[in-house]
């Protein structure tokens, strides 16, 4: 197709109202979306389904579902594409990594959008994921499809072995490590958690500390200054380099700690919804959720993990992207995910309903992640964001494996990504 055909094809799906995804003159009354996404096996399986009910819903637009294994791998081939002048018509990310995207004017904004909509309204999602994708602080840039949060998944057949009482809402950081040191034993250990900003994050939160030292124009991280912040940063390497209840460093990269919990060898691990469709394959012992424990005379906080749709600025035509999203943030779109086990719905009434609280599929205590709602916050919405987490990640596992000095590996961190938050935003 020639370049002044696609263009007067363009032109004549907007006067008609039929997109602008037609490929030749037998074609001019059908659209074609491309939908890039990350996930597993399983998590893709439950998109292809979601796929498929818009598509019959939708018969008129075309879908092509062009998954990745990875958000690494998803943010290189957004980055690529945008960068070649072909990116997809719509993406799901991550909101601790849009930021980038959004300042460079890549991104749609969906307000407009939503609030023209007579099928689905602002109303209907949880206000802390919508606000984790106000990028300007007013409009919706994206919108959010889920909404989970970090909790402790547990073997509950280790912890009935060991007499361990069962982790309950208002447990503390005290609990968490007598039941690890109490686990860890025989060859197993207490509790696996990723040494990352992302999972810091709710324990200095707990512990009434910050991350950074502004959190709507941060400059820095500031995990040594505040005496509430370095009391939860130190808890938290403790458990691997004072209390030794975390798998060390070899022993981690022999064996994740998913992989040793789905093994029935680690007593905690500590993820997001992400991990369910994956754990409940397990087939060998009771497992299920609970909330994360609170600092002693602290407050009950976790970080939001939230996924959006997004559609990239420029296209001829966003109205055959504006109905997928449309139909996947609708009540059928969102049960469907909701069911696969991979999210915990955005949208209030289906988050709440049978399809993602059945009691029949593990975890039996899935109303952990809403109970969490309200005490759930979210790190910078920043354009060089997604940047400071992955260098102070790198940092952070030093320090946590003991690779090098607490000390110096901490001062190390905050002066190697200080220069990160100011960095220019090229177009």
């Known amino acids: 197709m020639t370049p002044s055909w696609r263009r007067a094809c363009a032109a004549l799906a907007s006067v008609l109202l039929i997109g602008s995804g037609c490929t030749s003159g037998a074609a001019e009354d059908r659209a074609g979306i491309t939908v890039v996404l990350f996930g597993d096996a399983e998590e893709v399986a439950g998109y292809r389904t979601l796929v498929a009910g818009f598509t019959a819903a939708n018969p008129d637009v075309d879908v092509t579902l062009s998954p990745v294994a990875t958000q690494d791998e998803l943010m290189a081939r957004l980055t690529t594409s945008f960068a070649g002048g072909r990116p997809p018509d719509v993406f799901l990310l991550n909101y601790r990594r849009y930021g980038?995207?959004?300042a460079q004017g890549a991104i749609e904004p969906v307000q407009s959008y939503l609030d023209a909509s007579s099928a689905i309204k602002e109303s209907d999602f949880s206000p802390r994921a919508l606000d984790a994708f106000r990028f300007d602080g007013r409009a919706l840039t994206c919108l959010p499809q889920n909404l989970s949060s970090l909790v402790v998944y547990?073997?509950?057949?280790?912890?009935?072995?060991?007499?361990?009482?069962?982790?309950?809402?208002?447990?503390?950081?005290?609990?968490?490590?007598?039941?690890?040191?109490?686990?860890?034993?025989?060859?197993?250990?207490?509790?696996?958690?990723?040494?990352?900003?992302?999972?810091?994050?709710?324990?200095?939160?707990?512990n009434r500390g910050e991350l950074v030292d502004d959190p709507t124009r941060p400059t820095a991280l500031t995990l040594r200054g505040d005496p509430a912040t370095r009391k939860a940063v130190d808890w938290f390497l403790d458990l691997q380099l004072r209390h030794r209840v975390v798998p060390p460093d070899a022993e981690e990269q022999s064996e994740s700690s998913e992989a040793r919990f789905l093994r029935g060898t680690l007593g905690m691990y500590l993820s997001s919804r992400v991990a369910v469709p994956t754990l409940r394959t397990i087939d060998g012992f009771t497992w299920d959720a609970a909330p994360l424990p609170v600092a002693p005379g602290g407050v009950p906080a976790s970080i939001l993990h939230s996924d959006a749709y997004c559609m990239s600025a420029g296209l001829p035509d966003h109205r055959p992207a504006w109905r997928f999203i449309e139909y996947a943030m609708g009540a059928a779109g969102q049960r469907t995910l909701a069911e696969s086990g991979r999210t915990v719905p955005s949208r209030l009434d289906v988050?709440?309903?049978?399809?993602?609280?059945?009691p029949a599929k593990?975890?039996?205590?899935?109303?952990?992640?809403?109970?969490?709602?309200?005490?759930?916050?979210?790190?910078?919405?920043?354009?060089?964001?997604?940047?400071?987490?992955?260098?102070?990640?790198?940092?952070?596992?030093?320090?946590?494996?003991?690779?090098?000095?607490?000390?110096?590996?901490?001062?190390?961190?905050?002066?190697?990504?200080?220069?990160?938050?100011?960095?220019?935003?090229?177009?």
């Open 100 to 102: 980038q995207f959004a």
């Open 154 to 206: 547990w073997n509950a057949d280790l912890f009935r072995a060991a007499g361990v009482p069962a982790p309950a809402a208002g447990w503390t950081w005290d609990d968490l490590l007598a039941a690890a040191k109490a686990l860890t034993r025989d060859g197993r250990y207490g509790v696996g958690v990723e040494p990352s900003i992302a999972r810091l994050a709710p324990f200095v939160w707990s």
């Open 351 to 358: 988050a709440g309903s049978p399809a993602f609280l059945d």
């Open 362 to 427: 593990p975890p039996r205590s899935s109303r952990v992640y809403l109970d969490a709602e309200p005490h759930l916050r979210a790190t910078p919405r920043t354009a060089t964001w997604a940047r400071v987490e992955k260098e102070a990640d790198v940092l952070l596992e030093e320090v946590f494996y003991g690779r090098v000095d607490r000390e110096e590996g901490l001062r190390r961190l905050e002066t190697t990504v200080r220069p990160l938050f100011t960095l220019p935003v090229s177009k």
